[in-house]
């Protein structure tokens, strides 16, 4: 409806709404889910490495320990898509797994940017440790990018009822 400001353009004629699909908002922006994934499975790679030679080192102990527990959870939200194929979607705990899936996009990268924080504290940073943080700083801006990445765009099929014959 014109001037109605509900966003949505009237259907072309001869066919009728069917619902709605999601596209990306540019070509390009099919690019950045794979530099996305590549990034966070690397930032993965850069969060393990870091701390173990954090824990190899008596002063960066701290980090240390902080860098394997955020390993955990940015392993498993980085390497679910393998995870979900692996487990399918039936059964208790794979439905589990599909809320973790679900945290996604700007959650996730809301997640990852709190996580960096802690690695550029004063008192218990390391080079290392800095190193991570920036990977985990650019994949949850990844991440929040992510939300503005797709459209949603009505789709439509043809209205049979206006050729339907007698």
Same mark, same amino acid.
């Given at each position: 409806m014109p001037g109605s400001g509900s966003g949505s353009a009237p259907?072309?004629?001869?066919?009728?709404a069917s619902g709605f699909s999601y596209v990306n908002r540019h070509p390009k922006c099919k690019m950045l889910s794979y530099v996305?994934?590549?990034?966070?499975?690397?930032?993965?790679?850069v969060i393990y490495s870091s701390a173990m030679s954090s824990l190899l080192t008596v002063t960066a102990f701290p980090i240390g320990i902080y860098l394997v527990v955020i390993?955990?959870?940015?392993?498993?939200?980085?390497?679910?898509? %393998?995870i979900r194929m692996c487990?399918?979607?039936?059964?208790?705990l794979c439905k589990v797994f599909a809320l973790v899936l679900g945290f996604d996009r700007w959650q996730r990268g809301c997640l990852y940017i709190v996580f960096a924080v802690v690695c550029f504290l004063?008192? %218990?940073?390391?080079?290392?440790?800095?190193?991570?943080?920036?990977?985990?700083?650019?994949?949850? %801006?990844?991440y929040v990018v992510k939300t503005f990445q797709k459209k949603k765009v009505p789709t439509y099929?043809?209205?049979?009822s206006a050729h339907s014959v007698p």
């Amino acid at each position: 409806m014109p001037g109605s400001g509900s966003g949505s353009a009237p259907a072309p004629s001869g066919m009728i709404a069917s619902g709605f699909s999601y596209v990306n908002r540019h070509p390009k922006c099919k690019m950045l889910s794979y530099v996305r994934t590549a990034i966070g499975i690397f930032t993965v790679l850069v969060i393990y490495s870091s701390a173990m030679s954090s824990l190899l080192t008596v002063t960066a102990f701290p980090i240390g320990i902080y860098l394997v527990v955020i390993g955990i959870p940015t392993c498993m939200l980085e390497f679910g898509v %393998i995870i979900r194929m692996c487990c399918g979607t039936e059964g208790p705990l794979c439905k589990v797994f599909a809320l973790v899936l679900g945290f996604d996009r700007w959650q996730r990268g809301c997640l990852y940017i709190v996580f960096a924080v802690v690695c550029f504290l004063p008192s %218990i940073s390391t080079m290392s440790g800095k190193m991570a943080g920036i990977f985990l700083l650019i994949t949850g %801006i990844l991440y929040v990018v992510k939300t503005f990445q797709k459209k949603k765009v009505p789709t439509y099929v043809p209205d049979l009822s206006a050729h339907s014959v007698p």
